[in-house]
Structures are given as C-alpha cells and as structure tokens.
C-alpha cells in the first residue's frame, strides 16, 4: 500500500512540475545577446563547413587508397558518383492555383 502512494505522489510531482514549466514564457533577450548568439550560430556554421571539407578530404583518401590496394590485386575498382540532392520544388497548393 505504501509502494502504490508512493507511485501516486512521485506522479503527482511529475504532472505539476511539467504544467509547472509549460506556462513559463520564453526568455526576452537583449540586443546584446541577440548579438550574442548570432555570432555563436556564424562560429558553428563555419566549424561544420570546416568539419565538412575535412570529412570529405578524409573520404578521398580512403578511397584512392582502397582503389590502389584493389589494383594491386588486379580489380578494377569504378566508384560510383554521388549526385548532389537538389532541394525539392515546392508543391503547388490549391490556393496557389486560384
């Protein structure tokens, strides 16, 4: 018995805590971290494009390697090129077309 109000109260602190935080309003931010968190945002961007061409320099090599090894041993090794995804068209709406 004393497991089941134990259950119910941890439950209970659970529900009120979530209800608790999803009717704090978001934060108001000054100009100055606006500012902020812009320049964090522009200092990932360009990470992940670092990271991204260091990523793909490192594919490279790995796989002139595997096709110099596979000539070695007499396989002719062809890879296959990757398309570059283009964004999908936008679909036309009914709205659109009045």
């Not at 004393?2 to 978001?26: D, E, F, R, S």
């Not at 990757?82 to 964004?87: F, G, H, R």
Request: hydrophobic share 45%; proline share 7%.
């Amino acid at each position: 018995m004393k497991i089941n109000k134990a259950m119910l109260i941890a439950a209970l602190c659970a529900i009120t805590t979530g209800a608790v935080y999803a009717k704090l309003p978001p934060p108001q931010l000054t100009d100055e971290q606006k500012t902020k968190a812009d320049d964090a945002k522009a200092k990932a961007a360009d990470a992940a494009k670092k990271d991204g061409e260091i990523l793909t320099k490192s594919q490279d090599r790995v796989a002139d390697r595997y096709i110099k090894a596979q000539k070695a041993k007499g396989i002719t090794v062809k890879p296959t090129p990757i398309a570059v995804a283009a964004a999908p068209a936008p679909v036309a709406t009914a709205a659109a077309k009045k």
